[in-house]
């Protein structure tokens, strides 16, 4: 299958800024959209930013203004510049991706694969 690992968490002050990483690995064929996830406990898990493989870009209207979605087709990465940032941005933040992978006979396959997550504080 094809694994996504995100990076660049942590904490920050509000105002501040945060850029996350999403590396996508393994038999890729293809990615299509990419899209990054919040969730804080209690909640469901909310769509922050998705980008498709052309580079059309959505958000949320939370983020608008202040996050940029973006990724490099190449390696298979996705960032998320996040400035201005929010106590209420706090949250785990989720990599996910859609595409096409290669199985172990060759055949291309359908993936729709999630990250681990990486913790988001905004916090004085």
């Known amino acids: 299958q094809v694994q996504l690992v995100e990076s660049g968490g942590g904490l920050v002050q509000p105002g501040g800024s945060l850029r996350l990483s999403c590396a996508a690995s393994?038999?890729?064929?293809?990615?299509?959209?990419m899209a990054w996830y919040r969730q804080t406990p209690g909640d469901q898990r909310g769509l922050v930013a998705t980008?498709?493989?052309?580079?059309?870009?959505k958000y949320a209207d939370s983020v608008k203004g202040r996050f940029t979605i973006s990724r490099d087709n190449a390696k298979n990465t996705v960032h998320l510049q996040m400035n201005s940032l929010k106590p209420e941005d706090t949250a785990v933040y989720y990599c996910?991706?859609?595409?096409?992978?290669?199985?172990?006979?060759?055949?291309?396959?359908?993936?729709?694969?999630w990250g681990r997550g990486t913790q988001v504080t905004v916090s004085s």
């Open positions: 996910n991706a859609d595409g096409t992978y290669y199985d172990g006979r060759g055949y291309s396959r359908t993936f729709s694969s």
């Open positions: 393994g038999r890729i064929r293809s990615v299509n959209a």
């Open positions: 980008i498709t493989s052309g580079g059309s870009t």
